[in-house]
């Protein structure tokens, strides 16, 4: 488990303390583009509940979860890469490369993707 910082800055995105690239919003999701992109799409996908890592969900996160991925899927489509492929990543701690610690899906498409990740 991980202490949630209320002012990490997703948090302050999601505020609208600090600016973003907005791509879309509802009751429990935002979206919008990652500012240092590593590939043509590079979208996060964020809950507005407050967690912090994957660590931090809960049963209760079930449907959340799902709708962080659903989004995902919509916003692929959105933005044509949805036939051509794209890859759906979460990061949790530092070992797992998290350097933002409020939950997150990256959204990378546009290019080819490659496996192991680094
Ligand atoms: P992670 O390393 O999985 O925690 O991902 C954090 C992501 O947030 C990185 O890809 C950063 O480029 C991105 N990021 C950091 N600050 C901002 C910001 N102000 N607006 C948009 N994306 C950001």
């Known amino acids: 488990m991980s202490a949630y910082d209320k002012n990490n800055v997703f948090a302050k995105i999601l505020r609208k303390e600090i600016p973003a690239a907005p791509i879309y919003e509802d009751d429990r999701v935002a979206a919008f583009r990652d500012i240092s992109p590593q590939a043509p799409t590079h979208i996060l996908i964020v809950p507005k509940k407050p967690i912090a890592t994957p660590n931090d969900l809960t049963a209760e996160d079930a449907g959340l ?7 995902a899927q919509k916003l692929a489509a959105e933005e044509g890469i949805a036939e051509s492929g794209y890859r759906i990543v979460i990061n949790c701690n530092a070992g797992g490369g998290q350097s933002v610690f409020h939950l997150h899906l990256h959204l990378l498409g546009g290019r080819q993707m490659h496996w192991p990740p680094g």
């Open 65 to 71: 979860v799902g709708h962080l991925v659903l989004t």
